[in-house]
């Protein structure tokens, strides 16, 4: 894979499904580049006056905000920063309406926009806003964190949580652009960098035997957040979920693939009280879904074995925490989303590469699979 650090232009084609494409722009330093891509898009839908509100969380805010904010000011963007506190327990509806009334304190109307600065969570919580607020305004994605700058700012998902689950209210919402600045992941914590690990991994399992063994090789490279490693992951995580979300959008076919270890992951974040992290979660969902392969599809034991190796060397747990009950994830399975009726969808693989969805998965094997994570 090369090590060109320069900016990188990724179009998301979605006129095929009479929706507006947009790009991914993505680089190392480039925040004076991305105000000023914001001032000409705002210019192009809306006078450059026009309010426009910056969404992020307490931590984003304090790393980054005030410089972000200078930035957008520097080109003339009358931006504020509207911050909620950082983490799960605010991905809900009451963040949701108070967001709104601080945007409408501000005088955003139809012709204001978002820009959602921050990690996955950020990106969900402003997304989802932005599709609602006075029926629906354009908002931006600038992902800070591993797992938003790989997967979660693009293809439209937006969520809150209910407390039954996870991400069980949403709407799909493209963005009008997704900005990425490898820079942001220098002062991302450790444990937030190995989490978004679990999610590049994924995209290596998903794509095929090329990027899953770059990811194996150069794992220290990215773990040490080396420019070039960092831009050859994203970029390329980001060039197979567009290839995805252009052909499903909404998650009828193919985009499916990109819940490989999250049906189990979620039941065990929501099962933990969100006490374990996303990635954690869905690293171990993944562990999950490669035993259960190996078991209905034969899928090489070697193949979790590799994958429990890279989660290890990024430092991410491999093994269910005690205090994470079975039963727990089982009843957190009866709210999966992706259930239909009375069918559990998971990911399985035939191989690196061959993802497909089943729905034939016994409890019996996928709890003693779980029981077997523990040791
Ligand atoms: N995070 C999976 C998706 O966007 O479909």
């Known amino acids: 894979m090369q090590k060109d650090l320069a900016m990188k232009k990724i179009t998301v084609n979605l006129e095929q499904l009479a929706r507006s494409s947009y790009d991914i722009c993505i680089g190392n330093d480039i925040e004076g580049e991305i105000a000023q891509l914001i001032a000409q898009s705002l210019a192009l839908s809306a006078p450059m006056r026009a309010p426009a509100a910056v969404i992020s969380d307490s931590n984003v805010m304090s790393i980054h905000g005030e410089r972000f904010l200078e930035s957008l000011h520097r080109v003339g963007i009358n931006a504020t920063i509207v911050p909620f ?15 709104a009334e601080s945007l409408l304190d501000l005088g955003m109307d139809r012709s204001s926009k978002i820009i959602a600065l921050g990690g996955g969570v950020v990106g969900d919580v402003a997304g989802f806003v932005a599709s609602i607020y006075m029926r629906g305004i354009p908002h931006i994605q600038i992902p800070t964190s591993l797992i938003a700058q790989t997967d979660s700012s693009i293809g ?19 963005p009008a652009a997704v900005f990425i600045d490898v820079r942001f992941l220098a002062t991302l914590p450790e444990r937030e960098f190995s989490n978004g690990m679990a999610e590049v991994i994924k995209y290596g399992l998903l794509n095929g035997e090329e ?16 420019t070039s490693a960092l831009m050859a992951v994203v970029e390329r995580c980001c060039r197979i979920k567009k290839g995805i979300v252009e052909i499903d959008e909404k998650e009828k076919g193919s985009r499916r693939f990109l819940n490989l270890g999250h049906t189990v992951g979620h039941a065990i974040e929501a099962a933990a009280d969100y006490q374990i992290s996303h990635g954690e979660a869905i690293a171990i969902g993944m562990l999950a879904a490669l035993r259960l392969s190996s078991a209905i599809l034969q899928l090489p034991n070697s193949v979790g074995e590799r994958v429990e190796r890279i989660l290890r060397t990024a430092g991410i747990p491999t093994r269910l925490p005690s205090s994470v009950d079975t039963a727990a994830i089982f009843a957190k399975l009866k709210t999966d989303k992706k259930r239909e009726g009375n069918k559990m969808n998971f990911i399985l693989l035939q191989d690196i590469g061959l993802p497909l969805v089943a729905d034939n998965v016994l409890q019996g094997l996928l709890t003693a699979i779980i029981e077997d994570l523990r040791q």
């Open 211 to 226: 990027f899953f063994s770059y990811i194996e090789s150069n794992i220290g490279g990215i773990m040490h957040r080396e």
């Open 156 to 174: 439209g998902k937006t969520a809150v949580d209910l407390p039954q689950g996870k991400n069980l209210l949403g709407t799909f919402l493209q």
């Open 85 to 99: 506190p950082a983490g799960e327990s605010s991905k809900n509806i009451l963040t949701v309406t108070k967001l």
